[in-house]
């Protein structure tokens, strides 16, 4: 068997392995340039030409086809619950803390731990806005200015 031959087979098993384990689109690019560069070395095209070809295969597979693969295996980003109340106003349903600014808020109809985030210790009845979520808590800011 011809060394070219034998060194493109090795490349592309090198490249569908480390594929297998990466699972990130890192060397498939590198796999369909091996690929050709190996069906012209079985018709004995000279070992330049192969290389060329391997890295001019490569760059195109990779420039052509990486950003539909990284939106199609990204997908849409799903909305978490918590996620969605961002800048949701919100009731205060219990007297903030005077020590810790903390109390309890309606936010689309859901029971929430609260904070404040100016250090102000809201009152019952008084409307909020969410400004984001940490953890169980939403960390609001008063519409009153």
């Known amino acids: 068997m011809d060394q070219a031959i034998l060194f493109w087979m090795i490349a ?27 069906i012209l070395s079985i018709f004995n095209v000279s070992i330049d030409i192969q290389g060329s070809v391997f890295v001019i295969v490569s760059l195109i597979t990779l420039i052509a086809f990486r950003p539909l693969v990284k939106r199609l295996v990204k997908g849409d980003k799903v909305v978490t619950n918590s996620e969605s109340n961002i800048g949701e106003l919100a009731i ?4 903030f803390d005077e020590l810790t600014f903390e109390g309890r808020i309606l936010v689309k109809d859901m029971d ?3 904070k404040s985030e100016e250090g102000i210790a809201y009152k019952k ?7 984001r ?7 609001v800011k008063g519409t009153r200015r």
């Open 12 to 38: 592309c098993v090198v490249f569908t392995l480390l594929e297998a384990f990466t699972q990130q689109f890192v060397s498939i690019w590198f796999l369909s340039g091996s690929i050709v560069a190996l």
């Open 125 to 131: 009845g008084e409307k909020v806005i969410v400004e």
């Open 92 to 95: 205060v349903l219990s007297d």
């Open 112 to 114: 929430w731990a609260a």
């Open 133 to 139: 979520i940490e953890g169980v808590k939403c960390l």
